[in-house]
């Protein structure tokens, strides 16, 4: 016996437009992310901010190529999170987030440093010469920091 089995179209239609329409592109969607949410925080100086997130933001944007003047604002954050007394013991260290009043941890500096070092690596040269002087301080103090 030969039975056709008939599917109404309406169930078709949306099988159909989602196997043509292209999957998101990942590094575009953390990128879209980070500037809808992680910029608009430092641009507030939100309270919640993470060094690490920060960093991992700029990565992001970096990566994907797209909202490249919004780095600024991410590296004067950090800047901020920063620790920058020569004479303090952790100099060159980062606050975990901007709510901390000093650093707590002598390992923050290690775990910014993570997405940092795939900046300086990959995508320095996207950097305007403003933001590469921001970034290659923020980077030479952490080099202190780890010490």
């Known amino acids: 016996m030969n ?4 599917i109404p179209a309406i169930l078709v239609l949306p099988i159909a437009l989602s196997a043509a329409r292209p999957s ?6 953390r990128a879209d992310g980070t500037l809808r949410g992680l910029v608009r ?3 507030r100086r939100d309270r919640t901010l993470s060094s ?13 190529n797209v909202g490249l ?7 004067d954050v950090a800047a901020e999170l920063q620790d920058r007394n ?6 060159g260290n980062f606050r975990w987030y901007a709510r901390d009043g000093f650093v707590m941890d002598h390992n923050a500096v290690d775990f910014c ?12 040269d996207r950097l305007t010469p403003d933001q590469r002087a921001k970034f290659d301080h923020l980077c030479e103090l952490a080099i202190e920091g780890s010490i």
């Open 3 to 6: 039975h056709k089995i008939l």
């Open 24 to 29: 998101p592109d990942p590094v575009r969607a």
């Open 41 to 43: 925080q430092a641009e």
């Open 52 to 64: 690490v997130g920060l960093f991992a933001g700029a990565y992001n944007i970096l990566r994907a």
């Open 69 to 75: 003047e919004k780095l600024d604002v991410l590296f």
């Open 86 to 91: 020569p004479e303090s013991r952790t100099y």
């Open 113 to 124: 440093m993570q997405e940092g070092s795939l900046i300086a690596r990959d995508y320095r």
